[in-house]
């Protein structure tokens, strides 16, 4: 096990830094053109903030934030259909912190819980299970959200709760999958990208191969990355290097945590409990094929979807709120016209300002000062 200050030496970052430098001078890039590379992953945004990363490299070069965060990435239609969960009566709605106040049409879950109804936050879904054995009378639900970092606790606590006869236990899946998502972005005709950082967590449950059709079909170099500050500086050299060499493959920079074949266990736990939808809805990438999860027929008893009524209606975002571009790449943050006046993360309009891996809450709570620069240049 390494310490983290061993993934936070300024000496050792500035060498990659004049390693990506050199190597950008073969590409022959430069500010006018830059090489454009998506983060996938909202931990990988707020590392990139957090420690100045964006700062310290070329102008040539551009990092995009992608949609990497399951909470931004939930449409309004589905936060109103889990308000509608938690009012049910005598419902509890147990939820990740994260969710609790994203807007939905007309209010959050937030707000849902200080008119009443009884929404809890939990750590896990195995939190939840236990809440419903100690309220055999009233229904527990879970807000099941996340790519396939979370996917497998949620399916292990199905299989828990079949497993002991908890008749009271529900899941409101809202879990996603990674690979149709890069697929619509790579697909998306106002979105040129060079490269991608890939997301380490996921990887470490679905392994190096989902991602290989990134550089086989469209010639575009991946690399898997940890979340500390020289591991994505590594992973930028490693897309260079592929780039410099005319080449496109699946590097593994995250080795340390992410074996290249997966956790077939999480794999395994996954397929018993969870099916593909044949489309689910993101905000600001719309409807996207075979991109959701729900709980397959044998489970379906622990579906919520399935044992209440829900609203199951697409809603648009406020006019105001530009998180679908966001979410895209198309824009940055500080582009939204309403970033950093009336939606920051006390009074968030949109999703992207509210989660801790948000790309708004990124450069509001790190990039504050330079954001402002930014739009003093821009006006």
């Keep these: 096990m390494k310490y983290v200050d061993e993934f936070r030496d300024p000496v050792a970052g500035k060498k990659m830094v004049e390693k990506i430098t050199r190597l950008l001078e073969q590409t022959g890039r430069t500010a006018d053109d830059p090489i454009k590379i998506m983060e996938v ?30 909470v931004c990435v939930l449409p309004v239609g589905r936060v109103d259909d889990a308000i509608s969960l938690a009012e049910e009566p005598n419902v509890i709605f147990c939820t990740f ?3 609790l106040r994203v807007p939905g049409s007309k209010k959050s879950l937030l707000q849902a819980k200080a008119e009443g109804a009884d929404i809890r936050t939990v750590y896990s ?11 055999p009378d009233r229904p527990v639900i879970f807000f099941g959200l996340g790519f396939e970092t979370t996917v497998p606790s949620t399916a292990l606590t199905v299989l828990e709760a079949d497993s002991e006869g908890v008749e009271n236990f529900f899941v409101f899946s809202n879990h996603i999958t990674i690979v149709p998502t890069i697929k619509a972005i790579l697909d998306s005709p106002d979105l040129r990208l060079d490269g991608f950082i890939g997301p380490g967590h996921v990887t470490m449950v679905i392994g190096l191969e989902p991602y290989r059709f990134v550089c086989e079909t469209y010639n575009k170099p991946f690399v898997v990355s940890g979340f500390e500050p020289l591991d994505v500086l590594q992973s930028v050299v490693l897309l260079l290097e592929q780039m410099v060499a005319g080449e496109a493959r699946v590097d593994n920079q995250y080795r340390r945590l992410v074996p290249d074949h997966g956790n077939p266990a999480a794999l395994s736990a996954i397929t018993q409990v969870f099916e593909l939808r044949s489309f689910f809805e993101w905000r600001g990438l719309g409807s996207i094929d075979n991109s959701g999860l729900r709980l397959t027929e044998r489970f379906a008893r622990f579906d919520a979807e399935q044992r209440f009524k829900t609203p199951a209606l697409s809603v648009a975002d406020p006019k105001a709120c530009q998180c679908g571009e966001v979410l895209k790449g198309a824009i940055k943050p500080w582009q939204c016209k309403v970033f950093g006046t009336s939606c920051t993360p006390e009074t968030p309009i949109g999703s992207c300002m509210v989660s801790s891996e948000g790309a708004c809450a990124a450069y509001y709570n790190y990039g504050r000062l330079n954001t402002l620069r930014r739009l003093k240049v821009a006006s």
């Design 97 to 99: 912190g994260d969710a």
């Design 125 to 135: 879904p195995s939190d939840a299970l236990a809440i419903a054995r100690d309220n």
């Design 41 to 70: 992953c909202g931990g990988h945004t707020h590392s990139i903030f957090k420690f100045g990363l964006e700062e310290m490299l070329p102008d040539s070069i551009e990092l995009v934030h992608g949609p990497g965060c399951p």
